[in-house]
């Protein structure tokens, strides 16, 4: 990655919308140059998706949890195209210990992270999931 790349990156991080043509004249690149750069940050995994993020009023209604995920086997790719499917992950790490997988989950209704939940339940391999529902954000 040069440094053109982490100045479309940095650009897109700010506002998902940009215009590539906008992003070409702030870093002194053709819009295809900057399309095709962009294409091959896809595919290489460097941009896995374009999100919004909502105001506060939206901000307030959300739900979050913490779900702990242990398999048995733990196939770590198969684990993480399937969560790569559920957009209300906000957060996926891989650990060692007991717990192999820790999801940070934000959902627009408790409704919504049921479903989610569900969604978790029905992976291959699942032997355990816990789930901690955030009741306050502290810091």
């Known amino acids: 990655m040069d440094k053109f790349d982490q100045k479309i990156l940095n650009l897109l991080s700010e506002n998902a919308r940009t215009s590539v043509t906008a992003i070409g004249e702030e870093i002194g690149l053709s819009r295809t140059a900057v399309n095709e750069r962009i294409r091959k940050l896809e595919e290489q995994g460097t941009i896995q998706r374009y999100t919004i993020e909502l105001g506060d009023a939206q901000a307030e209604q959300k739900v979050c949890a913490y779900f ?26 891989a650990l060692s210990g007991n717990t192999d997988v820790l999801l940070f989950v934000e ?3 408790m409704e919504r992270l049921t479903q989610v939940r569900t969604q978790l339940g029905e992976l291959q391999d699942l032997e355990k999931l816990v789930t901690s529902t955030a009741l306050q954000q502290l810091v």
């Open 68 to 93: 702990e995920l242990t398999f048995h086997p733990f196939d770590v790719e198969r684990v993480k195209a399937s969560l790569q499917q559920i957009p209300e992950i906000r957060q996926a790490h």
């Open 107 to 109: 959902a627009r209704s």
